[in-house]
């Protein structure tokens, strides 16, 4: 028995007019006599007298209103039910997270879950994207939160978002405040970290677009240790832009504006394993997070 059947019954029922059953329910006329037709041919019975003045039940019509009634209730508790059912939800969640994920972007969306589910538990494993992929086939986190193109056919990838990279300065360099020209930045020494990002791929295309490759002074593993080595030396560095928001409204450091650079993009995905997916504690993580990130962009 479709419910929909017996919603546009009890509406008729209450209003004791088709006419204004359509209007409610927003149907047309005809749809709601179909509805009204299919279910008393499923009932073997007939529920409506009409007549051209006005409608009423007939003796059966008014021996199932109750048992309708009751037949929407129980869908209702029922929606209402299963709609809470996430809410009490127990279990462990690993999350794996590049140091991207991990400082600027998840800390704010993880107290928003928990807060809402506090039957969960959720643990966080750092490293980079490379480590993150091989925690994940080893079983040792459910859900991994990376900025590479994985290349494993077993791990399934979801691209949530996108963060923009920008090239950076201290306020003494001699790139602060102006605009630089494409063939002063590619001479320019600077401070790189996780070469192996597919951002890092986008500008060595890019350097070598100019006949150039980067000119890498020093290479360091954490973005927090390359925005200092930046703001107290001479070099230049190229760091997402959510990851130096702070210093630039300190004015520590400085965004250098550069002639016919391109923009330079960094995917922010997900992964997991099939197998991982089928938990319904991991399954509803994911869905939470795809929900959040998914609808920003990290310029």
Not at 187 to 201: G, I
């Amino acid at each position: 028995m479709d419910l929909k059947n017996v919603h546009t019954f009890v509406t008729i029922a209450r209003e004791m007019s088709f006419a204004q059953a359509s209007h409610i329910l927003h149907l047309s006329q005809p749809t709601v006599t179909a509805r009204i037709q299919t279910l008393e041919q499923e009932l073997g019975k007939s529920l409506f007298v009409r007549s051209k003045r006005a409608i009423k039940l007939t003796k059966e019509g008014e021996a199932f209103l109750p048992y309708a009634l009751k037949l929407l209730e129980i869908e209702s508790v029922v929606k209402e039910k299963l709609s809470s059912l996430n809410e009490t939800l127990e279990g462990k969640v690993t999350i794996g997270a590049t140091a991207l994920w991990s400082v600027y972007i998840l800390p704010a969306i993880l107290g928003s879950i928990l807060k809402h589910y506090p039957g969960i538990e959720l643990k966080m494993m750092t490293g980079n994207s490379v480590q993150i992929t091989e925690m994940l086939m080893q079983d040792q986190i459910d859900i991994g939160l990376v900025s590479t193109k994985v290349k494993k056919q077993e791990v399934k990838q979801y691209q949530l978002s996108s963060c923009e990279l920008s090239v950076v300065c201290s306020p003494e360099h001699s790139f602060a405040d102006r605009e630089v020209e494409m063939d002063e930045l590619l001479k320019a020494p600077m401070v790189t970290y996780q070469q192996r990002s597919d951002a890092w791929t986008q500008i060595r295309k890019i350097y070598a677009e100019w006949n150039a490759a980067p000119n890498v002074a020093m290479e360091l593993n954490q973005i927090e240790a390359a925005k200092q080595m930046v703001s107290y030396s001479p070099f230049i560095c190229i760091l997402p832009t959510i990851s130096i928001e702070e210093e630039i409204n300190k004015g520590l450091l400085k965004k250098v504006e550069v002639k016919n650079l391109p923009p330079i993009i960094e995917n922010l995905s997900m992964i997991s394993l099939e197998r991982k997916e089928s938990y319904q504690v991991v399954s509803l993580i994911m869905d939470l997070l795809r929900g959040k990130i998914g609808k920003q962009q990290y310029l």
